[in-house]
């Protein structure tokens, strides 16, 4: 397992990350565009532990080229080694392997990089930003942070899509993509001074394309001033 791989299987593999087998047990239409396979975890989560926004790297093949992505665990459960992988259907490998993925596929990963620390103090407003890619991280951070509040900038729409938010705590922002992201970089940074007035101990969570995350991420840290401990960011896709 893991050969043939590329530049960033050998990295991961000095890095000591830990593989292995996952199969398919199940496959869900959630949207004409959202799907979600149910798949047991060939001893991964006995090994590597469960965490909140816990993600692994998947390996796909990109017309005979190894390509890997990485994906937040949906319900995970060592009891049983089982969890879900959601999907947010676009062009590409990983996409098309999904749409296709019949209980009895298997599928290799990968466990290197993931982690989570629990904001300490407890956020008294979390802040997230996100699309579809994020929604199961994001749908996970609400379960971890219990009971404080949070806004969220969605990038696109919620229509059909697994969302945890509770309406008496979570307001959920709705924008559209426009402008490579451009739009939500300026709807945020024209409300989020006004979320965070008069809340002592914020908490930003950013995770959506790669360059409106870094664009949001020097905006919160430069502009406002939030100390790097109150903020998490992962680019979470490219836009081509």
């Not at 989560?45 to 937040?72: C, E, K, N, Y």
């Not at 995970?76 to 080694?81: F, M, N, R, V």
Request: glycine share 10%; aromatic share 8%; charged share 20%.
């Amino acid at each position: 397992m893991g050969q043939g791989r590329g530049w960033e299987g050998a990295v991961l593999r000095l890095l000591r990350a830990k593989d292995f087998v996952c199969a398919v047990t199940e496959a869900e239409d959630v949207s004409p565009h959202y799907r979600r396979l149910w798949m047991t975890d060939g001893g991964l989560l006995a090994a590597a532990g469960v965490h909140p926004t816990m993600w692994i790297r998947l390996w796909f093949s990109d017309d005979g080229r190894p390509h890997q992505r990485a994906f937040t665990l949906v319900d995970p459960d060592p009891a049983t080694g089982t969890f879900g992988l959601e999907f947010a259907l676009h062009e590409g490998c990983a996409s098309d392997w999904a749409r296709a993925a019949r209980p009895g596929d298997t599928i290799e990963a990968t466990v290197q990089g993931t982690g989570f620390q629990q904001p300490d103090p407890a956020p008294s407003h979390l802040v997230a930003v996100g699309d579809p890619a994020s929604l199961p991280a994001i749908n996970s951070l609400l379960g971890a942070l219990g009971s404080a509040p949070a806004t969220i900038w969605f990038e696109g729409t919620l229509d059909g899509l697994p969302c945890h938010a509770d309406p008496a705590r979570h307001e959920i922002r709705e924008v559209p993509r426009r402008d490579a992201g451009a739009h939500l970089a300026e709807r945020v940074r024209a409300e989020l001074p006004v979320v965070l007035d008069g809340t002592s101990d914020p908490y930003v969570w950013i995770a959506c394309d790669t360059a409106t995350t870094r664009t949001l991420t020097s905006y919160v840290r430069k502009e406002l001033g939030l100390p790097k401990t109150r903020v998490h960011a992962l680019g979470y896709w490219r836009a081509t």
